[in-house]
């Protein structure tokens, strides 16, 4: 056991380190890599940010999807440990992805915030993973809260595709992907600076997934020692 989380420290540190240093490679392509949009200036370059935030925060609710599927049809704890986790690192992620979006929405529609399709989705989806925090926070009992936690995990998810098909279905000040399709309409060196960004996210958010986690079952222990030790006090006297 003690060798097992030695081991599993060291990989985390090592995953830290490699996120640390993509990150600011995917920084420094951003800045002086990236072509200058001649259309929307300097603004353009908070894309490469807030688009693997966005996506990222997609995968991070997707993996609650699976984790709480998998809780409903197990009920092993392992599930929903991670669905506990993965919930807080895609609202950290939403989190980011409205504040870079309100960033670039200022200087570009000259107002920090609107109720456009796919920025009120987003919101929409933030208050509903938030509530999958409180719910949790407030559900004392821990297989309660898992299965609780669990349905709200799946039914939530529904908004994610309606979030990410916004701009199609509707008319809407956010603009459409132009990079990530078939055959992308920006230059090379635009497509590769928003992958390596994309990349970064990704190992940022598995970096954090392994982290929170790992803590998530130091509580659950914890609890269970509590309740042990209320249990035995409680016979005792």
Request: glycine share 6%.
């Amino acid at each position: 056991m003690i060798a097992s989380s030695g081991a599993n420290a060291s990989l985390n540190a090592k995953l830290g380190w490699a996120t640390i240093v993509l990150t600011v490679i995917a920084l420094c392509m951003a800045i002086f890599y990236a072509p200058m949009d001649r259309v929307q200036g300097i603004a353009q370059r908070i894309y490469y940010f807030h688009v693997p935030m966005a996506i990222m925060a997609y995968v991070a609710f997707f993996v609650v999807l699976v984790a709480s599927v998998m809780y409903l049809r197990t009920r092993e704890m392992k599930w929903d440990r991670r669905a506990r986790a993965s919930v807080e690192i895609g609202v950290l992620f939403t989190t980011l992805t409205l504040i870079t979006g309100s960033i670039y929405g200022k200087p570009i529609w000259n107002t920090w915030w609107t109720w456009d399709a796919r920025l009120t989705s987003t919101l929409v989806l933030w208050f509903i993973y938030v509530g999958y925090i409180m719910l949790r926070s407030y559900t004392p009992e821990l297989e309660q809260g898992a299965r609780f936690g669990a349905v709200l995990g799946i039914v939530g998810f529904i908004v994610v595709p309606i979030n990410y098909m916004s701009v199609t279905w509707w008319r809407t000040l956010h603009p459409e992907a132009i990079i990530l399709q078939p055959t992308p309409a920006a230059p090379p060196a635009a497509t590769e600076t928003l992958l390596v960004s994309m990349l970064a996210a990704f190992l940022l958010y598995c970096w954090l997934l392994a982290a929170r986690t790992g803590l998530e079952a130091a509580r659950d222990e914890n609890r269970e020692l509590e309740q042990e030790l209320a249990t035995g006090g409680a016979t005792y006297a």
